[in-house]
């Protein structure tokens, strides 16, 4: 629950403090919640999400189970050799086998014991296409939007809006299977329409998505 500090707070008030409610912070806030610590998240804003909530929600995390539920087992090698192309004197073997350790956990962590679930970036490219050992997909995943509608009012009230200017009307396009489907749609490819139809709420039985400035069921971290 967000709530301003009446109490004061001592050194041994909580386990863990968490400054910013962006994924960093929330992320690491749930983990340690889930932990068994007690957590306090100190958040500047009015509303929680940062610069997340206006993300598309994909993230760089490769050899996860999502990849190796598509039958994709990339070896650790491979990953690490485009990791040094694209990163050349920033490259730091003791962050990138810690990255390429937690990254997977993290994803395995959320999708498996948390609200939180993710769809696979089988096409995503990665950005560096000609660096060597590049990947063709498989190493992204994109967290799977949710129905906000589903939340409490006061629960909505602490989200963090689309950023107008990068959504369409107002509705977040980029995340899960909106990426592909709104990419098709302007191709003219049928499926693709379909699903903006149904997004747009004009299909039959479909829930209704309310393209607005302030309605948001496709969150990433949110
Ligand atoms: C339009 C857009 C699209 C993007 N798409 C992608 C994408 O697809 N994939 C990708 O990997 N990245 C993407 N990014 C970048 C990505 O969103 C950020 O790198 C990521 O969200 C940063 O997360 P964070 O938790 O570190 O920070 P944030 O999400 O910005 O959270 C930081 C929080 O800390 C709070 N805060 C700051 N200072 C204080 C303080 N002193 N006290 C208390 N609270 C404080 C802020 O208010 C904020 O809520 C995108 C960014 C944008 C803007």
């Known amino acids: 629950m ?11 008030t909580f386990d863990v403090v968490v400054v910013g409610a962006g994924a960093g912070g929330l992320a690491s806030a749930v983990r340690a919640a889930h932990g068994g610590a007690s957590v306090l998240v ?14 598309g929600g994909w993230l760089w995390a490769p050899r996860s189970m999502l990849a190796r ?5 990339e070896s650790l090698d491979d990953v690490k050799a485009y990791l040094r192309a694209a990163l050349g004197d920033d490259y730091d073997e003791g962050r990138t086998d810690a990255f390429l350790r937690t990254a997977p956990e993290m994803i395995e962590f959320f999708h498996t014991r948390t609200a939180l679930k993710f769809v696979p ?6 950005v560096y296409g000609d660096l060597p050992h590049a990947g063709t997909g498989n190493r992204s995943a994109g967290a799977k939007p949710v129905n906000a509608r589903r939340l409490s009012r006061s629960v909505r009230r602490l989200l963090r809006g689309q950023l107008y200017e990068t959504s369409f009307l107002g509705m977040g396009i980029m995340a899960g299977d909106d990426l592909g ?7 003219g490819d049928l499926k693709g329409l379909w699903h903006c139809t149904w997004r747009l709420g004009l299909a039959p039985d479909r829930p ?5 400035r302030d309605a948001s069921w496709s969150t ?3």
Request: charged share 20%.
């Open 2 to 12: 967000m709530s301003s500090l009446t109490d004061p707070v001592t050194a041994d």
């Open 220 to 222: 990433a971290a949110r």
């Open 208 to 212: 209704r998505a309310a393209p607005t």
């Open 42 to 55: 100190l958040e500047a804003a009015d509303v929680c999400g940062g610069a997340t909530a206006w993300s």
């Open 121 to 126: 970036g089988s096409r995503i490219h990665d």
């Open 69 to 73: 539920a598509e039958g994709v087992d």
């Open 181 to 187: 489907g709104f990419l098709a749609a302007a191709r």
